[in-house]
């Protein structure tokens, strides 16, 4: 495949590390030192399917389509205030499109996994996608846990691909460890259900994501290196899942390679889960930092655990 368009959105409302002061046993020190985050932007008026909607719009102009033009939606998302239907298909009715949607969950490595399905797509006959990942992790976090709240903003991002030489190598995987990132979905229960009632909010283990994150983004972006026969070096930009800054600066420093190889958005946007590669190669390309022939490596992580890495040719 080839991506041929960009878009993304996030909410209005800005929330500074100062804010998060006024009832979070923390500081603006703290936060920056140990995540690099200074603000997030948070769902106030806006609904999910309304970022998505904008990202999908904004992907279509850059790619010269209509709606019309795309026959598969294939869209990333952990949670949103729809249990049913799917978010893929809120969003094709109010962009105007006509086509089959699919929505994946693989966590924070989604919109990599959505990249995988839609190449898979391409080979089966399909012309025009549109990849999407859109997401609102600051619905699953406890508001009183600085650990966890601190971290998130929401967003979506989108991409149009087509049919092209332009994906070089991918590499997914996936190792069953719930334990250090997780989160219960609250559901109704049954008169005869008597399982405890658990903790809805987010839980995480920081030092072993740090630990977990950080090694399996290097094993799998240097299988896609080796898959392209290409140094570290000869990649002109590494988007990254922006998690924390400290874990891109490890993965950075490890593969040996100049920072401005490692762009990153994390001190304005947050943890946006799966939108946050969508969203920065968004705001790239626009801005004019990505040239044709550039080489891109796509590497994300998240619970489950699920991590994702591809090689782009622009």
Same mark, same amino acid.
């Given at each position: 495949?080839? /991506?041929?368009g960009?878009?993304s959105a996030v909410p209005?409302? %800005?929330?500074t590390?100062q804010?998060?002061?006024? &009832?979070?046993d923390?500081s603006d020190?703290?936060? %920056?030192?140990r995540t690099?985050?200074k603000t997030?932007?948070?769902?106030?008026?806006?609904r999910?399917?309304?970022?998505?909607?904008l990202a999908?719009q904004?992907? *279509?102009?850059?790619?010269?389509?209509?709606?019309?033009?795309i026959?598969?939606i294939?869209?990333?998302n952990v949670?949103?205030?729809?249990?049913t239907p799917?978010?893929?298909s809120?969003?094709?009715?109010?962009?105007?499109?006509?086509?089959?949607?699919?929505d994946?969950n693989a966590?924070?490595?989604g919109f /990599?996994?959505a990249?995988d399905v839609a190449?898979?797509m391409l080979k089966?006959?399909?012309?025009?996608?549109?990849?999407?990942?859109?997401e609102? +992790?600051?619905l699953?976090?406890?508001?009183?846990?600085?650990?966890?709240?601190?971290?998130?903003?929401?967003?979506?991002g989108a991409?149009?691909?087509?049919q092209?030489?332009?994906l070089?190598?991918?590499?997914?995987t996936t190792?069953?460890k719930?334990? +250090?990132l &997780?989160?219960y979905l609250?559901?109704?229960?049954?008169p005869w259900d008597q399982? %405890?009632?658990?903790?809805?909010?987010?839980?995480?283990?920081g030092?072993?994501?740090?630990?977990?994150?950080?090694n399996?983004?290097?094993?799998d972006?240097?299988?896609?290196l080796a898959?392209?026969? *290409?140094?570290?070096d000869q990649?002109?930009?590494?988007?990254?899942?922006?998690?924390?800054l400290?874990i891109?600066?490890s993965?950075r420093?490890t593969?040996?390679?100049?920072?401005?190889?490692?762009?990153?958005?994390?001190?304005?946007?947050?943890? %946006?889960?799966?939108?946050s590669v969508? /969203?920065?190669?968004?705001?790239m390309?626009?801005e004019?930092k990505?040239?044709?022939?550039?080489?891109?490596?796509l590497?994300?992580?998240?619970?489950g655990?699920?991590t994702?890495a591809? *090689?782009?040719?622009?």
């Amino acid at each position: 495949m080839k /991506i041929i368009g960009t878009g993304s959105a996030v909410p209005e409302f %800005t929330v500074t590390n100062q804010m998060l002061e006024q &009832f979070l046993d923390t500081s603006d020190e703290w936060i %920056t030192e140990r995540t690099g985050i200074k603000t997030r932007q948070l769902m106030t008026t806006e609904r999910l399917d309304d970022l998505g909607v904008l990202a999908a719009q904004r992907a *279509l102009e850059s790619a010269g389509l209509k709606p019309t033009d795309i026959d598969m939606i294939v869209l990333s998302n952990v949670i949103n205030e729809y249990m049913t239907p799917s978010l893929s298909s809120l969003i094709q009715g109010r962009i105007g499109a006509t086509c089959p949607c699919l929505d994946v969950n693989a966590a924070c490595a989604g919109f /990599i996994y959505a990249l995988d399905v839609a190449e898979a797509m391409l080979k089966n006959g399909h012309e025009r996608i549109l990849v999407m990942a859109v997401e609102a +992790p600051t619905l699953m976090v406890d508001w009183k846990a600085r650990e966890t709240c601190v971290l998130f903003g929401d967003g979506a991002g989108a991409v149009v691909v087509t049919q092209g030489d332009n994906l070089k190598a991918m590499r997914l995987t996936t190792v069953s460890k719930p334990k +250090p990132l &997780f989160g219960y979905l609250a559901v109704s229960k049954t008169p005869w259900d008597q399982k %405890t009632e658990p903790d809805y909010y987010l839980k995480m283990e920081g030092r072993e994501v740090f630990r977990i994150a950080v090694n399996s983004s290097l094993k799998d972006i240097k299988s896609v290196l080796a898959t392209c026969q *290409l140094q570290p070096d000869q990649v002109d930009h590494y988007l990254l899942h922006q998690a924390n800054l400290r874990i891109m600066d490890s993965i950075r420093k490890t593969l040996d390679v100049a920072p401005e190889k490692f762009p990153h958005n994390i001190e304005k946007r947050g943890n %946006t889960s799966s939108a946050s590669v969508a /969203i920065l190669l968004d705001e790239m390309n626009r801005e004019g930092k990505i040239k044709q022939g550039d080489k891109l490596v796509l590497s994300a992580f998240g619970a489950g655990f699920c991590t994702a890495a591809c *090689l782009i040719e622009w």
